[in-house]
């Protein structure tokens, strides 16, 4: 039972480092392409939550979110990304997405009889779930007041690309997690 134990917070740990280093490293876990940056610092939290569970997810997505608060505080890029110097904008849209990683995946289990699809839909639906719910907090923490005509073009602008930005990331999240997963699981078993 402590060798288990062992495990788990060793291969935690290891995810959490890679974490830390998607986020200290400019241009390698956030990539910033003119007003969007699309972040794949998300993908360590896919892997975790789906290889080892719900507590794995929450504790993954807790350091996602202060790592992001960190970038935030440090070495902001654009204007939006001053938005998550608020500690509760930086955490807790990725603690939602961390705690719905487990689930998702059960579900998805359930229904398809390959791993790779449950691991592929686990990882976009997620990925879509993070983005909601970030969108969602930061209208929350911010609110919108109405806007003249110059206002709704440049919101225009803004939503088109957080869709592309958000496809994008989602997107990345398959492709990354479905062999991730998949070797993971190979090591994990010996």
């Known amino acids: ?108 289990s359930r229904m398809f009889d390959r791993e790779s699809m449950s691991v592929g839909t686990t990882a976009f639906v997620s990925s879509l779930i993070h983005s909601v719910a970030t969108l969602t907090t930061l209208f929350i923490a911010f609110g919108f007041q109405s806007m003249d005509l110059a206002m709704d073009f440049l919101v225009g602008i803004l939503a088109v690309t957080i869709l592309v930005n958000t496809l994008v990331e989602a997107v990345a999240s398959v492709l990354v997690s479905i062999p991730v997963v998949a070797a993971l699981k190979r090591i994990i078993r010996q």
């Not at 876990?29 to 080892?52: D, E, K, N, T, Y």
């Not at 997505?61 to 939006?80: D, E, N």
Request: glycine share 8%.
């Open 1 to 108: 039972m402590t060798t288990n134990r062992t495990k788990l917070l060793t291969y935690n740990a290891l995810l959490a480092a890679i974490i830390v280093v998607l986020s200290l490293v400019p241009m390698l876990g956030f990539i910033q392409i003119g007003p969007a940056a699309i972040q794949i610092i998300s993908i360590p939290v896919i892997i975790g939550a789906i290889l080892f569970g719900g507590r794995s997810g929450l504790f993954l997505s807790i350091a996602f979110g202060l790592a992001s608060w960190y970038v935030a505080v440090t070495r902001a890029a654009t204007p939006v990304d001053l938005l998550f110097v608020n500690p509760l904008v930086a955490l807790v849209p990725r603690m939602i997405f961390g705690l719905s990683i487990s689930p998702l995946y059960k579900i998805f």
